[in-house]
C-alpha cells in the first residue's frame, strides 16, 4: 500500500499506465431486454469481456449491488420500466455508485438522455447499434474507471499513512491532536466525562544502549502492541513522542481510567518482551500518568498537561507506577 502511494502520482507510472490503458477484461451488466439486441451486444462485449445480461431491473440492481462491475449499460426503454431511473438508483446508492454507466438510447429520445448525462451518467449509445462504436464507448469507461480505482486507492493510502506512526502503526501525534479537540469539544457539551493517559517506559534509553537501537524498536512495537491490546475499540492510542503513549479514554472517570492504567502496567511488568535478533527476553516496565477533563479545562492540553505531572511524579517517586 505504501509503496503504491508514494509512486502513484508519478506519471509514467507502470502500474497506472497498465489499469488506464488496458481497459479489456472487465466485468459489464447488461441491463435489456430486446433479445436479440441483447445477444448482439454481449456476443460483441464478450470477445473482450465477461458479460451478464439482465432484462428485469430489479435483478439487475440486485445484480449489481453484489458483484464488481467495471461497466453497466442499460437500456432507456426497457418495457413497462424507466431505464433512465434505473441509472439514476445506481449512481445514488454506495454499493453501485462507482460504476460506470451507458445508456442504450433512441433517437428520439434526446430530452432524456440529456437528463442522464445531467445526473452523471458517463456516455449514451443511439440505437441502432454499432458494434465498434459499442466496443470503443465500453473500453474507453472501463479504462476510466480503473485509473480513477488506482487513484483513489493511492489517496486513501497516503491519507493513511499521514495519520500513522510508521514504526507501531499506531496513531500519530497529529492524528492524536486533530481528534482530540473534536472529541473534547463534544464531551463537554455533553457533560460527559473523558480521560488521558500518558504511558512512557523506564529506562528505555538503557535498553537501546545495551541491546542496540534495533532491539530497541522491537520492544516498541511490542509495547505499543500490548497497550492497544489492553484498551477499549472506542480508545485512541497514539504514539506522542519516543516512547510516549497517549491513551485517551471516552467516557471514563479518574478512577476508571486509573484501573485501565494499573492494569496495562501490570501486564508490562509481569509478561517480558522477546528480542528476536537475540532471542532474549526483556522484562520492561512502564510509568503513567492519568488525569480526567475538569470542568475549568478549556482544551485538551489542560486535560494532556495534568496526565504529564502524574507521569512525571511516577518517574520521581521510583517508576513502574500509575499516579492519577
Ligand atoms: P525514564 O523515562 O525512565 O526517565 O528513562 P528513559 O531512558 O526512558 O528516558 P528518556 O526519555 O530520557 O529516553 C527515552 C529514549 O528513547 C531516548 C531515545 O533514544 C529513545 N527513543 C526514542 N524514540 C525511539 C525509537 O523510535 N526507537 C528506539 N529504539 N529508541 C527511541
Ligand atoms: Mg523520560
Ligand atoms: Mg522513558
Ligand atoms: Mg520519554
Redesign the pocket.
Known amino acids: 500500500q505504501r509503496a503504491l502511494a508514494s509512486r502513484a502520482f508519478g506519471m509514467g507510472d507502470p502500474l497506472i499506465t497498465a489499469a488506464a490503458e488496458t481497459g479489456l477484461d472487465a466485468r459489464i451488466l447488461l441491463v435489456e431486454d430486446r433479445p436479440g439486441s441483447a445477444e448482439r451486444m454481449a456476443m460483441a462485449l464478450q470477445q473482450h469481456h465477461r458479460v451478464t445480461v439482465e432484462a428485469d431491473p430489479h435483478n439487475a440492481m440486485v445484480v449489481a449491488a453484489e458483484g464488481d462491475f467495471d461497466l453497466a449499460l442499460v437500456s432507456l426503454d426497457l418495457t413497462g420500466h424507466d431505464g433512465l431511473r434505473l441509472c439514476s438508483q445506481f449512481r445514488s446508492l454506495d454499493r453501485t455508485r462507482g460504476m460506470p454507466l451507458i445508456m442504450i438510447a433512441e433517437a428520439h429520445d434526446r430530452p432524456r438522455i440529456t437528463r442522464g448525462l445531467d445526473f452523471g451518467v458517463h456516455d449514451y449509445l443511439m440505437r441502432p447499434i454499432d458494434r465498434n462504436e459499442l466496443l470503443a464507448r465500453a473500453r474507453t469507461q472501463v479504462r476510466r474507471k480503473r485509473f480513477s480505482d488506482v487513484l483513489r486507492g493511492a489517496m486513501q493510502a497516503s491519507l493513511q499513512m499521514a495519520v500513522t506512526d510508521v514504526?507501531t502503526g499506531l496513531h500519530n501525534r497529529r492524528y492524536l491532536e486533530s481528534h482530540l479537540s473534536g472529541l473534547f469539544a463534544e464531551e463537554s457539551m455533553r457533560h460527559r466525562p473523558l480521560a488521558a493517559l500518558i504511558l512512557?517506559?523506564?529506562?528505555?534509553?538503557?535498553i537501546?544502549d545495551t541491546y542496540g537501537?534495533e532491539a530497541?524498536?522491537e520492544v516498541?512495537r511490542a509495547f505499543a502492541e500490548r497497550v492497544r491490546q489492553h484498551t477499549r475499540p472506542i480508545d485512541i492510542v497514539a504514539r506522542y513522542g519516543?516512547?510516549e503513549i497517549v491513551v485517551i479514554l471516552p467516557e471514563a472517570g479518574l478512577a476508571e481510567a486509573h484501573t485501565i492504567a494499573e492494569r496495562i502496567r501490570e501486564r508490562i511488568q509481569d509478561v517480558p518482551f522477546s528480542v528476536q535478533r537475540d532471542s532474549r527476553l526483556l522484562s520492561v516496565t512502564v510509568?503513567i500518568g492519568v488525569a480526567m477533563r475538569c470542568a475549568e479545562d478549556t482544551s485538551p492540553s489542560e486535560m494532556l498537561r495534568r496526565a504529564d505531572e502524574g507521569l512525571y511524579e511516577a518517574?520521581a517517586a521510583g517508576?513502574n507506577r500509575v499516579v492519577a
Not at 512512557?200 to 538503557?206: H, M, P, V
Request: no cysteine; glycine share 12%.
Open positions: 514504526l512512557d517506559i523506564d529506562r528505555f534509553k538503557a537501546n537501537h530497541g524498536d516498541l519516543g516512547e510509568s518517574k517508576r
